[in-house]
């Protein structure tokens, strides 16, 4: 029987990606289109043009919204990352030796391409070794990113769950 890695729930780059983003969006919508915004009903009520008081009046609340739902995604990110060093900080940190990597291109057909997926094959310290050669290694799957960055390397440091040691991220994910 295969030993499969259980991946915590930790996407470091979905976490960033939603802080910057959040970031921008809100500097965006409250410092840029808000004033703009603003701008136009005030111009409409100086030259009394109700048209121009209603494009203001129908940009503003959709422009608050998006700022709102823009901090609301910037603090979701900022959550998971302070979710993920909670996790690093109480897991147990090991050594595990690489012994297989895969590389594997999957075709879904019908001309829309497929995917790659990456795959080390890892023995790990912490696990007690069986007989059986299959239950020395356990498979996890990785981002490109990672398995580039462990392409030549024999080891990678592991952080794993004290009381589930198959529960583990790979240094650098």
């Not at 993920?84 to 897991?91: F, G, I, M, R, Y």
């Not at 799957?141 to 952080?159: M, Q």
Request: charged content about 20%; overall charge negative.
């Amino acid at each position: 029987m295969k030993l499969y890695r259980i991946k915590p729930n930790f996407d470091t780059e979905e976490y960033r990606d939603s802080i910057i983003g959040g970031v921008f969006l809100a500097v965006g919508s409250f410092f840029l289109g808000l004033p703009f915004s603003i701008y136009y009903i005030l111009q409409g009520i100086d030259s009394k043009d109700i048209g121009v008081v209603l494009v203001g009046l129908f940009f503003s609340p959709i422009l608050i919204f998006q700022g709102v739902m823009a901090i609301k995604m910037a603090l979701e990110g900022i959550s998971g990352i302070i979710k993920k060093n909670a996790w690093l900080e109480s897991s147990a940190i090991g050594q595990g030796t690489i012994i297989e990597r895969r590389e594997e291109y999957y075709d879904h057909g019908y001309d829309i391409g497929g995917d790659y997926t990456y795959t080390f094959g890892i023995k790990i310290d912490t696990i007690q070794a069986t007989s059986n050669p299959d239950e020395q290694c356990v498979w996890a799957g990785v981002s490109k990113h990672v398995f580039k960055k462990y392409k030549h390397r024999d080891t990678a440091h592991i952080h794993y769950s004290i009381d589930t040691p198959l529960n583990f991220l790979i240094e650098g994910e």
